[in-house]
């Protein structure tokens, strides 16, 4: 996790066991007991369950030091802008590294970096900043994106307290948004939801950590100035190894939504970090000549295990994205890195070392990544082996079916518009069913931000039998600015005196739902019903186009709704998005 990773927690695990405790085996018999030396593998460390053998992918064995220049790079294809990536050790050359592994948009953990093109500046409430290097650093990229935080309610990472970020986040962005006021903020990082640290000296709850601090900010400073929610996503469970619990983990982003829902939060969010802390299914705590107390993998990598847990949070990133509004992901990490308390890697890494060649999990997130990718020619190659160093594995028949299975299954919709939460009407978003919402093929994802000026869209009004009136929503396209504009979502306000019927969506509603629509949608159409006969009925909603964001309110009064008013056409926004995004893998 960066990451001094939960060091406050582990050493006080430490204090109760023996120096040489070896963690029991859970899952599988450990295959090699031995000692590790800093920098060695087990006896077997390829070995996959079922005596398989790995190369090209989680192979502690095969990373060694390469001249990444003489290697063959692997083919570069166009990727899904969601997908991000969190760099340890930077590869040498960041621009083709990115997608190699699929990946758009990427952070790391040197706090005074960026941002700079797709790179996202992360900045941490425990380093000391002079106010002068936020201003020069957002002159230098208008747009840019922000992290601030990291893990704040987590030992060995920021660890610090809500009214501390409060104070923080309200001075950085002050700064920030005064040199740069399309800054894009984000934050504020926190590790899980309700989930804590089994084996270890615990730790703050995301949501009681959130609940103070948003509770803190709204009281003293207003609201707040993100532009979407961060938070991370990790099991940690130094009792049962190893860490892997997708279920857990997609819990904690459907709690983290209801509260936000349920705040009048009307953020999205980013999954800022997520991946496996440990993927070894055995351990030995070490001491070193340096005093320091190190983690000595023991046992087999379980790759075996780590590659359906991968498959199973990408697939479920993509089929509830929208209805979630989780915008983007970010995998831990690119390159192999070994965390400062242990002696090798333990999670996963998309790219050998020193290499532009994609390890097995690299080819995993590269194929998720392509579901949506634009290219006519994509489709067909995710069947088809990517070109990769001589003697690596292709990607598996599994990973090759699971390509073609999320074909039709993924929401391909495009990145919304990201506004700031002061600018914000609260909406809930529906849990999402076990069944996504069918696309009949790959629909190009639009870039966003690229309309100007921008389009009307069409909203016409007409009477639909009594107490009823029909909504026709439908995309308008210019030639120049929106060739193929098409309806991304709907996002509906509260209502007032009506009740709102979507066909196969909510019946009987009352507002404060999106509704996301099948890629390639030009028109829709929604009835709004009378809550109680004689009255007017108004809903306000928010149409989101390529083009972005299009506020207006349907609906009509008593006379209509008895059928003896003429339909009402194109009523001009009340409200338009204060920034639109460019989105470019």
Not at 222 to 243: E, F, K, Q, S
Not at 357 to 373: H, I, P, T, V
Not at 377 to 394: D, I, K
């Amino acid at each position: 996790m960066g990451r001094a990773l939960r060091i406050k927690g582990l050493r006080l695990l430490v204090l109760f066991c023996a120096v040489t405790l070896v963690i029991p085996v859970i899952t599988t018999e450990v295959v090699a007991e031995r000692q590790l030396a800093p920098g060695e593998a087990s006896a077997q460390p390829g070995e996959l369950a079922g005596g398989a053998s790995l190369r090209g992918g989680a192979d502690v064995a095969s990373i060694g030091q390469r001249d990444w220049s003489s290697q063959p790079r692997p083919l570069v294809q166009q990727v899904d802008a969601r997908f991000g990536v969190v760099v340890g050790p930077n590869p040498p050359n960041m621009a083709e590294a990115l997608p190699v592994v699929g990946a758009s948009f990427w952070y790391t953990y040197g706090n005074h970096t960026g941002p700079a093109g797709n790179q996202i500046a992360l900045v941490r409430p425990t380093e000391p900043y002079d106010p002068n290097e936020f201003t020069q650093r957002a002159r230098a990229a208008p747009g840019g994106i922000w992290l601030i935080g990291n893990e704040p309610n987590t030992g060995g990472q920021d660890d610090i307290s809500p009214e501390g970020y409060a104070q923080f986040l309200v001075w950085v962005a002050g700064l920030i948004r005064a040199a740069d006021p399309t800054a894009i903020l984000v934050g504020p990082g926190v590790l899980n939801w309700d989930a804590t640290c089994t084996g270890c000296a615990g730790m703050t709850s995301g949501r009681a950590w959130s609940e103070a601090f948003v509770t803190i900010y709204q009281q003293r400073y207003g609201a707040l100035p993100l532009n979407a929610w961060a938070m991370h996503t990790y099991t940690i469970d130094w009792t049962r190894l190893p860490m892997l619990n997708s279920s857990q983990d997609q819990a904690q982003l459907l709690a983290a939504r209801a509260w936000l829902d349920g705040r009048g939060l009307n953020l999205p969010i980013w999954l800022t970090e997520f991946g496996v802390v440990y993927g070894w299914d055995g351990l030995q705590w070490v001491q070193g000549a340096d005093g320091n107390t190190r983690a000595v993998p023991l046992g087999r990598f379980r790759t075996d295990l780590i590659a359906p847990y991968l498959d199973r949070m990408l697939d479920w990133l993509l089929r509830n994205s929208a209805a979630l509004r989780i915008d983007r992901w970010f995998l831990y990490g690119l390159t192999p890195t070994t965390e400062s308390w242990a002696t090798a890697p333990v999670g996963i890494f998309l790219l050998q070392a020193n290499s532009l060649n994609r390890s097995s999990f690299g080819e995993q997130y590269l194929g998720w990544s392509q579901r949506c990718a634009t290219s006519p020619g994509v489709a067909a190659s995710l069947a088809a082996p990517a070109r990769v160093e001589a003697g690596n594995l292709a990607r598996s028949a599994m990973v090759r079916e699971a390509a073609r299975a999320a074909q039709s299954s993924a929401d391909c919709a495009p990145l919304p518009v990201l506004t700031p939460e002061a600018t914000r009407t609260p909406t809930a978003s529906p849990v999402p069913s076990a069944t996504p919402a069918a696309t009949a093929t790959l629909v190009p994802p639009p870039t966003l931000g690229s309309c100007a000026p921008r389009p009307n869209v069409r909203v016409s009004v007409t009477p639909s039998g009594a107490g009823r009136v029909q909504v026709t929503i439908a995309a308008n396209s210019a030639p120049v600015v929106a060739p193929a504009n098409r309806l991304i979502s709907l996002r509906f306000g509260t209502a007032s005196g009506a009740l709102i019927d979507v066909p196969n969506g909510p019946a009987g509603a009352t507002g404060n739902f999106t509704v996301s629509l099948a890629a390639g949608t030009q028109q829709t159409t929604f009835v709004v019903r009378q809550a109680t006969p004689g009255g007017a009925a108004t809903v306000p909603l928010e149409v989101v186009d390529v083009c972005g964001a299009w506020s207006t309110f349907v609906g009509a009064g008593p006379e209509t709704f008895a059928g003896r008013a003429p339909a009402a056409t194109t009523p001009e926004p009340t409200a338009v998005a204060t920034r639109l995004v460019e989105v470019r893998p």
